[in-house]
């Protein structure tokens, strides 16, 4: 059942009266890879597993072009899944567990054959495709799966964490794995994690589901660049996010930020009003050490080697912490000044309104934000 369109209108799941998932609205376009991003029990595994077809909706609907999907049962739906523990048959060889889906379609033996080995040249297992899956590494099991899953060639791939249980090294080989089959077999891809890297290294674009909600849908760069609200920014790396104040000079390009002994300048992202509550996120990597008579004073206390570049942590005389990535090396103790460049300090309204002014997601926020005194 392929499509140029897939759509999830309004896709709602509760579980004894309590949301899930809610009012997911979402298109995937036929060729696109989509990583739904999240921490643990954001609803990502609900999403999926309704796409599935493994659970019904509560509300809302999925349409397959105009064919409406998600009244048609699991397995009519031409769906491959790949999960974290890879479910293979143990009692049965590599290319068998390959085949095994090929042949219940009861497909003619020749073509078995030749989808079967073009699978297995595909994760390139050809040294291993009779042996069994107990005698293969975590990674060769995972592509054992990935392999049995698009040797049926779906219209859409669905993948719950699939490299969550393989150690860092072999998880970075099989995520460009990943993505090569992606584009090599054309296929049209839904993968979840709760890894930021991960996703934004994976997907087209990403979904970021909080507490069942969706809180931005974007590419890598725009959620990078331009979290819609401060939960994003939290999962995007922005880990200097600061509770402060908005000045009485808040423009549309520039807010001053005021609080904890600091005065700064950033960029208002969502409404933003003067006088207002408001939570200043930057990156470590985004943040400028100087002397001390420059920028924010403040004193190093961290320093971690971290390959070519250095993670530091530095406190002002207020308290507040500041997490920095630099490439050259300050020492334990030494006075420095952090500079901060007004178009990489976002601020964003404390309540968690979105930058459109949707404020769906909004409410105090469960988690306080670091400033820095509280660690
Ligand atoms: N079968 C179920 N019965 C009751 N509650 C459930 C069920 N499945 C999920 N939930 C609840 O729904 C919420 C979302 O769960 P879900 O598994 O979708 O999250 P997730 O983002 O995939 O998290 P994780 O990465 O930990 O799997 C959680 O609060 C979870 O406890």
Redesign the pocket.
């Known amino acids: 059942m392929s499509f140029a369109q897939l759509r999830l209108d309004g896709v709602t799941r509760s ?2 009266g ?1 949301d ?2 809610t009012d997911l609205n979402l298109t995937v376009r036929s060729g696109e890879f989509i990583a739904l991003l ?10 999926l ?1 309704c796409l599935a077809g493994l659970l019904p909706l509560t509300r809302g609907s999925i349409w397959s072009d105009d064919t409406r999907l998600d009244t048609v049962q699991a397995e009519r739906r031409g769906f491959g899944m790949v999960f974290q523990n890879y479910a293979l048959f143990p009692h049965m060889s590599v290319r068998r567990n390959i085949a095994f889906g090929l042949q219940m379609r009861r497909l003619p033996r020749a073509e078995i054959r030749r989808r079967t080995e073009e699978a297995i040249r595909l994760v390139r297992l050809e040294e291993h495709a009779n042996k069994l899956p107990g005698q293969l590494s975590g990674g060769q099991q995972q592509r054992v799966a990935i392999a049995r899953a698009v040797v049926l060639e779906p219209a859409l791939v669905l993948m719950d ?1 699939p490299l969550s249980n393989l150690d860092a090294k072999l998880r970075l080989e099989m995520r460009t794995e990943i993505r090569r089959l992606h584009q090599s077999l054309g296929l049209t891809t839904v993968y ?1 994690t ?1 890894d930021q890297e991960e996703a934004l290294s994976l997907a087209d674009r990403l979904v970021v ?1 909080r507490e ?1 909600r969706v809180q931005q849908i974007g590419t890598p760069e725009e959620l990078h660049t331009r979290p819609a609200n401060w939960h994003v920014a939290d999962f995007m790396g922005y880990r200097n996010l600061l509770r402060l104040r908005a000045d009485d000079r808040t423009g549309q390009d520039e807010v001053v930020v005021t609080g904890h002994g600091l005065r700064l300048v950033g960029t208002p992202v969502g409404p933003v009003r003067a006088g207002a509550e408001v939570i200043a996120g930057v990156r470590p990597e985004d943040l400028r050490i100087t002397g001390p008579e420059e920028g924010v004073p403040a004193v190093v206390e961290v320093v971690e080697y971290q390959g070519r570049e250095v993670a530091v942590e530095a406190r002002t005389a207020d308290g507040v912490q500041f997490n920095l990535r630099t490439q050259t090396r300050p020492t334990l103790g030494e006075r420095i000044g952090i500079v901060v460049d007004p178009v990489r300090l976002l601020v964003f309204p404390a309540d968690g309104t979105d930058a459109d002014g949707d404020d769906r997601p909004a409410g105090e926020p469960a988690e306080e934000p670091t400033t820095g005194d509280s660690r």
């Open positions: 579980f004894a309590h899930a998932l999240g921490p643990s029990g954001c609803g990502k595994s609900t999403a597993n964490e979840v709760h589901l069942g």
